[in-house]
């Protein structure tokens, strides 16, 4: 099974944003990421091995601006389709200090 926390946060930081495991109560540096597994299922074969598995994750976007995020959202996209992971929801949420934010969620299948 694959450490899939460490995966997602590597990958994510070879990007030049902050990276957060999970929200922090205060968001200290824009623009920044943070992710959290939401699921994370297997499906074992007759040997007990792993025969498949699928990992759901969310991914959130936050920068000052909509222009900021988008450029993120393109750069995120990509990288993670680039290593089988493929996003299957985007978008946008209100931030009560009128920051951008975009919700992504990702899924992987093996």
Do not use: W
């Amino acid at each position: 099974m694959n450490n899939v926390k460490k995966e997602i946060y590597d990958l994510l930081s070879t990007l030049e944003y902050t990276v957060y495991q999970t929200r922090p109560e205060v968001l200290a540096e824009f623009p920044c990421v943070t992710f959290m597994v939401a699921q994370h299922s297997i499906e074992p074969t007759l040997e007990r091995e792993i025969g498949y598995q699928q990992i759901q994750f969310n991914v959130d976007l936050f920068a000052n601006t909509a222009s900021e995020t988008s450029s993120m959202l393109a750069e995120v996209e990509s990288m993670l389709r680039s290593n089988d992971y493929i996003m299957t929801d985007c978008f946008d949420l209100l931030e009560p200090d009128g920051r951008s934010h975009l919700a992504l969620r990702f899924t992987y299948l093996s």
